[in-house]
């Protein structure tokens, strides 16, 4: 019997690697990559020359019977998404699941995951929080939105940047103007920052100066204040 290894990537600097994460991608037999493209630059750069191919959202229900397969006889399997940890918001799940159904084994190896230094470096609380992911495009978004105005822990959002305005404004509507908010964007990368305040102050921000890049937002729960200073 094989073993499926779940490895995260860098979510920008290349310098976040993990010195396991390289032997496991060296040792394995296969590695599956949601975008081979993306992972071909990261091999190469650690002089990884595992055979790789795609796993991805698109096919990921079709090629999990046979990757279980290739494990059942033998084959250490190692599954990277494009950036972060697999499964967290990209491919991983189904596969990770499948295995655990078959007794075989699996380990997430640690590494980075976009939102929690988003939100560590909020200043928002964090003992206890409600990662959202990606909200609902368009069915159930009104009704997530109103299920979550209630609620107390810290809420954890990944959005993208042409959405970022029309998402900070929903915050405003549904959780109110002087709800906290911080959106952190471009983690670890050259031009990272992050913009803390109400909600009305940074979507103001971002109406003035748009958002571009990789966006992690994180929203104090109901009985979060603005303690931050405005953008």
């Known amino acids: 019997m094989g073993k499926l290894f779940l490895v995260p ?13 390289i032997r496991v991608l060296k040792e394995a037999d296969l590695i ?17 020359d595992t055979h790789m191919i795609s796993h991805h959202m698109h096919n990921e229900h079709k090629t999990v019977e046979n990757i ?4 059942q006889s033998g ?15 990209d491919p991983g799940f189904l596969l990770t699941r499948a295995c655990v159904e078959q007794g075989i084994d699996v380990e997430c190896l640690p590494g980075a995951t976009a939102f929690v230094p988003a939100l560590v470096n909020s200043g928002l609380p964090n003992d206890r ?3 959202e992911g990606f909200l609902p495009e368009k069915k159930g978004r009104q009704t997530r939105f109103l299920s979550l105005a209630e609620e107390s822990r810290t809420m954890i959002f990944y959005v993208s940047p042409h959405k970022l305005n029309k998402t900070l404004a929903e915050f405003v509507q549904y959780f109110g103007e002087d709800r906290a908010v911080s959106v952190s964007r471009e983690l670890s990368k050259l031009h990272e920052e992050t913009i803390r305040g109400s ?33």
């Open 9 to 21: 990537t860098p979510i920008g600097n290349l310098e976040d690697m993990t010195f396991r994460a």
């Open 32 to 48: 599956l990559a949601e975008d081979t493209r993306t992972s071909g630059k990261l091999l190469k750069h650690f002089e990884i």
């Open 68 to 71: 279980v397969s290739k494990i």
């Open 75 to 89: 084959q250490t399997v190692a599954l990277i998404s494009d950036a972060g940890t697999p499964a967290i918001s």
């Open 129 to 131: 929080f409600l990662f």
């Open 199 to 231: 909600a009305a102050a940074v979507l103001e921000h971002f109406e003035k100066k748009p958002a571009k890049g990789e966006i992690v937002v994180v929203v104090g729960g109901k009985t979060g204040k603005v303690k931050a200073e405005n953008p």
